[in-house]
């Protein structure tokens, strides 16, 4: 069935640069809005950056300037590259994406979303 896969998370020093990947598979008819969340130790998951099918993009503040979302609609696939990384950058990622499938009773469309990669900023 549909899969969100993360990969590129890991260990860097603050001031580095990081680059997420997410990639979707299935029965994929259509991927209208695609991004990715983080949640850190108690704290509520929350939104770092999206883009929908025409590459509209949203940042949260404190990632702007630093952060770059991209997505590629042919490949079902997301980036996120992450530039000038903080120690309060430290948190597991989520991909999230809304996607359209094809079903035996008509189209579908829900959220789905990845297992998360952790990202730790530290020296």
């Known amino acids: 069935q549909e899969q969100l896969v993360e990969s590129g998370g890991g260990l860097v020093q603050p001031g580095g640069s990081l680059r997420l990947s997410c990639s979707a598979s299935g029965s994929i008819f259509s991927i209208n809005d695609i991004g990715w969340y983080r949640q850190a130790p108690g704290k509520q998951r929350e939104l770092v950056a999206s883009?929908?099918?025409?590459?509209?993009?949203i940042y949260a503040d404190s990632v702007k300037g630093r952060f770059i979302i991209s997505r590629d609609n042919a490949k079902n696939t997301v980036s996120l590259q992450m530039n000038s990384l903080k120690p309060e950058d430290t948190a597991v990622y989520y991909c999230n994406a809304h996607i359209t499938t094809a079903q035996p009773m008509g189209f579908r469309s829900a959220d789905y979303w990845g297992q998360g990669t952790q990202v730790t900023v530290s020296s």
């Open positions: 883009i929908n099918r025409d590459h509209t993009t």
